[in-house]
């Protein structure tokens, strides 16, 4: 390893302590302006502004944060330690700048910005971003090929890595780059491994047929999994936790001990059809219906509307559906309701199923650049029969469908944290294992400064986004803003650390026989789905920081 400079955590947390300090000013003026939140759509570009700050600044705490309780463990790891104080530096920058070129609109004073211009914050930032310490952590993250071996503080969490890395190695890359080229769904044999596993059910309640390990656990399993393909792994997982986070929040007790179990062991293939072609993120807008129903006796609801980019919906057996059950659409969520419609699993790009109980579904799928092995549908339910059992919560669930789908995407956007880690660490291990054997002008591209340097900041932004992504698992709940800052920050340096790799590979990157290109376009979908990039921002993490200030 690089020789470190003395005392690099001390400058670090220095640089989080005061960055935390201006950025509670920053908060408390944006929320007297803004009425707490009450009117962020008068000032979207400087709640967008201080959104995306506050989650650095969570970020670079939470990687500091971490450094430090390994050396306070005598497990203390001189490159992560190296990369909080370049992250901190690189927040602390960014920051001062973005104050400076937006001063009206921040309101702060002299004072409230003076602890960031002190010479102690100068020295610790010219530090953390000198080129030289860069390369530095790229020359070492190259040596090891870019591998994230770091400790977990957790034994079941580091046997969970253990189990879901060899089986993304073994059983999903082999196949990933011919799933993404051909457009293919999931093989039947991948899922039945997938399944013996237990992955489906990582965090999911024993008492329900889960495994009970918890939030961190999966999403480290979904991390691994994502290394070796986002969509024909990564992403498997992701639709059972939010109708299994909906259940638990709020199914009945016999919804749970029914459904939970067959969600766990991967009975139950899950697909959730909430966005409609002309509402994506509004979801309380949607226009799909549900109204009261009877089949040979049984009580239930007709549902008829249309659905888009339901992802598995094909291939799934169960779709978690979200319907208005209230016909006074100026309730917007208040008059939506969550039902669990049973299908049979179509293997195409193309399905149709005509119910027993005469209704019909059919679905498309949508053709995609990127994001492939499970396909994205277009669906359209007319006059569908579901039985009112299968309205998640029942009685008490009428209405009430939109709160408890929001508490499966809180967990869909940490489960997203995680998957965009592992497409990051991908593209890392891609670029370190590339530099390291191309020859070019006579020395390895690893021997290049620049290249050094680029790949320091790609592992930099990788560390903080995994330990933001980690301390939201560690904390999770649903009401908190911490799984969709994760979500917000990993997606975009997954984005970038995608093309900056394929970047390395020169013109061999553009290539679809190199998996860095597969990446790339992969990495597109990030900052979409679970939440689109701006709605976390404005709607989510501006207005929940917003709202908690006292003003």
């Not at 030289?132 to 079941?156: K, M, T, Y």
């Not at 495994?211 to 991390?223: A, F, K, Q, R, W």
């Amino acid at each position: 390893m690089s020789t470190m400079p003395p005392d690099v955590l001390a400058p670090a947390r220095l640089l989080v302590g005061r960055a935390d300090a201006v950025m509670a000013a920053a908060l408390h003026a944006a929320a007297v302006v803004m009425h707490r939140g009450e009117t962020i759509d008068e000032h979207q570009v400087h709640a967008e502004r201080v959104a995306y700050l506050a989650t650095q600044i969570g970020a670079a705490g939470d990687l500091v944060a971490y450094a430090e309780r390994l050396a306070a463990a005598g497990h203390a790891d001189a490159l992560q330690e190296r990369m909080a104080l370049a992250y901190a530096a690189e927040v602390v920058h960014t920051l001062r700048s973005l104050i400076e070129a937006a001063w009206s609109d921040f309101g702060l004073s002299d004072s409230d910005v003076a602890p960031l211009l002190a010479q102690d914050v100068r020295d610790a930032v010219r530090t953390g971003l000198d080129e030289a310490f860069l390369r530095a952590i790229g020359r070492d993250v190259i040596a090891i090929g870019g591998l994230n071996n770091i400790d977990l503080e957790d034994d079941v969490a580091s046997l969970t890595r253990d189990v879901a890395r060899r089986f993304a190695r073994e059983e999903v890359a082999p196949y990933a780059q011919e799933i993404h080229r051909q457009d293919l769904i999931i093989p039947d044999r991948m899922l039945e491994r997938f399944c013996e596993q237990g992955f489906f059910g990582s965090s999911t309640p024993e008492e329900y047929g889960g495994s009970g390990m918890g939030d961190l656990s999966m999403v480290i399993i979904t991390e691994e999994l994502s290394v070796a393909s986002l969509a024909a792994a990564g992403s498997l997982a992701t639709r059972p936790e939010i109708l299994a986070k909906a259940l638990v929040a709020g199914g009945t007790e016999g919804q749970r001990h029914e459904w939970l179990p067959k969600i766990a062991s991967g009975e139950a293939l899950v697909a959730v059809a909430v966005t409609e072609p002309d509402f994506g993120s509004d979801v309380a807008s949607i226009i799909t219906r549900a109204v009261p129903a009877e089949h040979a006796g049984v009580r239930g609801w007709r549902i008829s509307g249309a659905k888009a980019w339901s992802t598995f919906a094909g291939r799934a057996n169960l779709l978690a559906l979200l319907a208005r059950t209230n016909p006074d659409a100026s309730l917007g969520g208040r008059g939506l309701s969550l039902f669990m419609i049973e299908k049979p699993a179509y293997p195409g790009h193309h399905w149709r199923f005509e119910q027993p109980e005469g209704g019909i579904m059919e679905g498309t799928a949508n053709p995609t650049p990127g994001y492939r092995g499970m396909h994205s549908f277009t669906i359209a339910l007319d006059n569908v029969f579901v039985p009112h059992t299968h309205l998640v919560g029942g009685d008490a669930g009428i209405d009430r469908g939109f709160y408890l789908q929001m508490e499966g995407f809180a967990a869909g956007r940490l489960q997203t944290g995680g998957r965009a880690c592992g497409l990051a660490q991908a593209s890392l291990e891609n670029a370190c294992a590339y530099v390291a054997q191309r020859q070019q002008f006579g020395q390895p591209l690893a021997d290049f400064q620049l290249t050094q340097h680029k790949v320091g900041v790609m592992a930099t932004h990788i560390a903080a986004a995994r330990q933001l992504t980690y301390a939201a698992a560690r904390a999770f709940t649903t009401r908190a803003v911490a799984p969709s800052m994760a979500k917000l920050l990993a997606c975009d340096i997954a984005g970038e650390v995608s093309r900056e790799a394929q970047l390395l590979h020169g013109g061999w990157g553009y290539s679809e026989e190199e998996p860095v290109s597969r990446y790339v376009l992969d990495a597109l979908v990030l900052p979409i789905f679970e939440g689109a990039k701006p709605i976390l921002e404005l709607r989510v993490i501006a207005r929940g920081l917003l709202a908690s200030v006292e003003v």
